[in-house]
């Protein structure tokens, strides 16, 4: 299961979460039938549409339509331009309403513009600049509209609206490519929920710094920590210093030069055990492990996973069903058959546990690599294809690359050349978008040796070279002695640790 900022929308909700939405639903119908306002039927009926969007968007449409009939019938206009914002929001993702879209948003802009209702007109630019970034990924123009409104927010004062706008400005630049726009907004927003102690948005924004810099170019990633850091400096918190660097550290993983990964790593775990940040030092020996296992040095990935797991005993953390996993996939490949099976087992628990009685696609799928090492194939299929609809769904590419790759090798290995093409194909191009090296290898090895298999030396040999390419990128003897140096100086600085 691959962790990211980009956490993935699972489709797994609790009864109890259920019960609630279902309890809101009911009281806000019940309420619809009772209310003896004009305003508070309107209000009742946005209220349930947004209930739905997700769920019944068809329903969302007619109950924004009621509410818009309602609006223009008591001339209500305050309600009426939010009517037709929201209708122009949900329709934007059909391609065939674009027309639409444009005359209901611009509608509720005149609206707002021409009765003063400044507040409202700031929501209706926030929704418009989010249809530009969002559904018709137009960032240019969503962020011009974006800015229009933050700079109504500052004319009348509306710190409110500064989060949703922000939001918009961030993604826009993302889209646009323009990194160094993109922490700016970050850092601007970490300061606005600072100032109006917006904690869980401060949160978000820290979070989204991290993974701006760690998704930039290289080159751009290391003068973008410097930015972030001189920030931090500014505001004197040394947990952000920490936040930023790992998401520079991130950068270097994800681009697959693992020894400054490695080193960026370890120093940030320093930074944060110094801070006694028992959350995030998590996190960074999760990450750690990884690279060491997907160096192929699996003892030492072992010991990170193993000192993970203690600290998440005392945290209480839930995400420890990942480190369960993570330590059996260590064992399967050190062929620790009972051990392997073991902690697979506390996996499947812990998962069943918090997600009472569903267990998280993550933790299927990389069950599903556990027991194809251990030579399970039928128990491996299964775990795969349980996760794979779930995966497609949420659209996640890491995740689903890493299920193609692993059905791909399980045909591969019944001699069901054609259908282990077919998924190492539908790899391939998931892997080389998240850079996922050992994947790019796994999938070109086997589609090259499809077309081996039917004579086409060609393109056997294209697929070849770029397995010898990414090899020589990911596991160069200079590289391996870089890793072996960080581990061992890792390993020394402990050992004074304990001593002193």
């Not at 009864?15 to 009772?34: E, G, H, M, P, W």
């Not at 770029?466 to 960080?486: G, M, Y």
């Given at each position: 299961m691959i962790r990211s900022f980009i956490i993935i929308?699972?489709?797994?909700?609790?009864?109890?979460?259920?019960?609630?939405?279902?309890?809101?639903?009911?009281?806000?119908?019940?309420?619809?039938?009772?209310?003896?306002?004009?305003?508070?039927?309107?209000?009742?009926?946005?209220?349930?549409?947004?209930?739905?969007?997700?769920?019944?968007?068809d329903t969302t449409i007619i109950l924004y339509r009621q509410a818009l009939a309602l609006s223009r019938l008591y001339t209500l206009s305050r309600y009426e331009a939010e009517s037709l914002s929201y209708l122009a929001s949900r329709l934007a993702f059909d391609p065939k309403k674009k027309d639409s879209v444009m005359l209901f948003i611009q509608q509720a802009f005149l609206l707002t513009r021409n009765n003063k209702f400044w507040e409202q007109e700031t929501k209706t630019l926030s929704a418009w600049s989010a249809i530009y970034v969002y559904a018709w990924n137009m960032p240019d123009s969503g962020i011009l509209l974006a800015q229009q409104g933050m700079g109504l927010t500052d004319k009348y004062n509306i710190a409110s609206q500064k989060i949703g706008l922000t939001w918009t400005l961030i993604n826009g630049s993302i889209k646009a490519k323009r990194y160094y726009a993109a922490l700016q907004f970050c850092l601007n927003g970490i300061s606005l929920s600072r100032l109006n102690k917006f904690k869980y948005s401060e949160k978000q924004y820290s979070d989204m710094a991290n993974y701006v810099i760690s998704i930039a170019p290289p080159d751009s990633a290391s003068l973008l920590t410097e930015r972030a850091v001189a920030f931090a400096h500014n505001i004197h918190d040394k947990t952000y210093e920490a936040h930023f660097r790992e998401g520079v550290a991130m950068n270097y993983k994800n681009t697959g030069n693992y020894p400054k990964a490695l080193k960026a790593f370890m120093t940030v775990l320093e930074m944060y055990k110094n801070l006694n940040d028992k959350t995030d030092e998590v996190e960074v020996m999760s990450n750690i492990g990884i690279l060491y296992k997907e160096q192929g040095e699996f003892r030492r990935s072992l010991l990170f996973f193993l000192n993970e797991m203690e600290v998440q005993k005392i945290l209480h953390d839930s995400l420890i069903m990942y480190t369960y996993e993570q330590i059996g996939n260590n064992y399967a490949k050190l062929k620790m058959r009972d051990s392997a099976i073991y902690f697979a087992k506390k996996s499947c628990q812990e998962a069943t546990r918090v997600s009472a009685g569903a267990v998280d696609p993550g933790v299927l799928d990389d069950l599903g690599e556990l027991y194809f090492e251990l030579g399970e194939d039928s128990m491996a299929m299964n775990y795969f294809k349980e996760s794979l609809p779930i995966f497609e769904m949420a659209h996640d590419p890491s995740n689903l690359c890493e299920i193609y790759i692993g059905i791909a090798k399980l045909h591969k290995k019944r001699g069901q050349i054609d259908s282990s093409f077919q998924y190492a194909s539908k790899a391939l191009p998931l892997a080389q978008q998240n850079h996922q090296l050992n994947y790019i290898i796994d999938a070109c090895s086997m589609i090259s040796d499809y077309y081996k298999g039917r004579h086409n030396i060609d393109s056997a040999f294209v697929?070849?070279?770029?397995?010898?390419?990414?090899?020589?990128?990911?596991?160069?003897?200079?590289?391996?002695?870089?890793?072996?140096?960080?581990?061992?100086?890792?390993?020394?600085?402990?050992?004074?640790?304990?001593?002193?």
């Open positions: 929308i699972l489709i797994f909700f609790s009864a109890t979460i259920v019960f609630a939405q279902q309890n809101k639903i009911d009281s806000i119908r019940s309420y619809l039938r009772t209310a003896r306002q004009d305003t508070s039927k309107i209000r009742a009926l946005l209220d349930l549409g947004q209930h739905f969007q997700d769920t019944k968007p697929y070849k070279e770029i397995v010898s390419s990414v090899k020589d990128s990911l596991f160069s003897q200079e590289k391996v002695k870089e890793i072996q140096k960080i581990a061992f100086d890792e390993q020394m600085r402990q050992q004074q640790a304990f001593s002193q």
